[in-house]
């Protein structure tokens, strides 16, 4: 009787073991995952920065040519205005 419940402990031992690895490995799958999914939200980031620093330069620029814009019409209005006075 005494090797039966001896038996009994030993195999649940084993059987609680073999689960245990089990969840390692899914824990390990699951780190992998994650890691997986932060490098892609990073890279998602890294993207949208490099966005806004592109809108952001190119927002610069079309208020440069605005201004270029403004200052030609300014002289072709003088210009115009110099010659309605004659």
Do not use: H, P, Y
Not at 17 to 38: D, G, M, P, W, Y
Not at 52 to 71: H, P, T
């Amino acid at each position: 009787m005494k090797r039966v419940l001896a038996l009994i402990c030993v195999l649940g031992l084993l059987m609680v073991l073999v689960s245990a690895c089990a969840t390692t490995q899914e824990i390990e799958k699951l780190q992998a995952q994650t890691n997986e999914a932060l490098a892609k939200a990073q890279n998602a980031v890294d993207q949208a920065n490099a966005a806004a620093k592109a809108a952001e330069d190119s927002a610069i620029r079309a208020e440069k040519a605005a201004d270029r814009a403004e200052a030609m019409a300014d002289k072709c209005e003088q210009s115009f205005m110099k010659g309605m006075k004659k």
